[in-house]
């Protein structure tokens, strides 16, 4: 059955389904992030020298190898459900207790939803446009795209599509001159809508977490409006 959304500005009352939205986009990049990691180089080197280590120390006791092989595995999987846990409960996302405040106090930024109708208007997808983003250069030129996230359940339905299309109409309108986001390894359909969309990498670079504690590499993509 064809689902059928519109795309609206945020208002009083979105933040359960905003919330929602953003917090399975998290929890279910997980186990993409784990395979990320596993399969890295540095990992599988790392494995490798633990267990060999291990074997030397325990006279190839079959049991210390094999523990020593998913020590590892362990240790990244608590590792990305830790940086999941705290990007939802945690300072990531205080932005979203002041809405209207962060996104809706000028004209040049905004906050949307993708809301199904015209049974349950359930909150499916956002999208937001800001002009200062943490860590990145501050120009009154350059707009950032913030919180894009689908829900599982309503990905392939050309739902990112639209929210990416009207954030980029709205920062057109707004004359900005070029828009720039932050993503990861892990969200490669979103990679793909963002490169089919006209936006290139500029950059692959370290986002740190926790103090520096964790580390996710990440691409800057940067779409250019006007020259």
């Known amino acids: ?10 208002r009083k009352g979105d933040e359960v389904g905003i919330r929602s939205v953003l917090r399975e986009a ?3 990049n997980v186990w993409p992030a784990i395979h990320v990691s596993v399969s890295t180089t540095t990992f599988k080197y790392s494995t490798a020298l633990l267990v060999g280590v291990v ?34 409960y945690g300072p990531p996302l205080f932005d ?11 004209s040049n930024t905004n906050f949307w939803v993708a809301e199904t109708y015209p049974a349950c208007e359930k909150i499916i997808g956002t999208v937001a446009v800001v002009s200062t983003l943490r860590g990145m250069a501050h120009s009154s030129e350059v707009a950032y795209i913030r919180r894009m996230a689908v829900l599982k359940s ?13 954030a ?3 920062c057109k309108d707004h004359n900005y ?5 932050i993503t990861t390894k892990v969200h490669q359909a979103a990679i793909q809508l ?22 996710i590499w990440t691409y800057e993509l940067v779409y250019t409006l006007r020259t």
Not at 154 to 166: P, Q
Not at 177 to 181: G, V
Request: charged share 15%.
């Open 1 to 10: 059955m064809e689902l059928k959304y519109n795309i609206r500005v945020y």
């Open 26 to 28: 998290a929890f279910s």
């Open 55 to 88: 074997m030397l120390a325990s006279r190839g006791c079959a049991i210390s190898c094999l523990v020593s092989l998913c020590v590892p595995f362990v240790v990244v999987c608590l590792a990305q459900c830790v940086v999941a846990v705290y990007y939802v």
């Open 96 to 106: 979203l207790n002041n809405i209207s405040g962060n996104y809706q106090s000028c």
């Open 154 to 166: 309503c990905r392939r339905n050309g739902v990112a599509k639209r929210l990416l299309e009207t």
């Open 168 to 170: 980029v109409h709205f």
């Open 177 to 181: 001159a070029q828009i720039e986001l």
């Open 194 to 215: 963002y490169l089919k969309s006209g936006f290139y990498c500029r950059r692959y670079a370290p986002h740190y977490y926790l103090n520096r504690l964790f580390v």
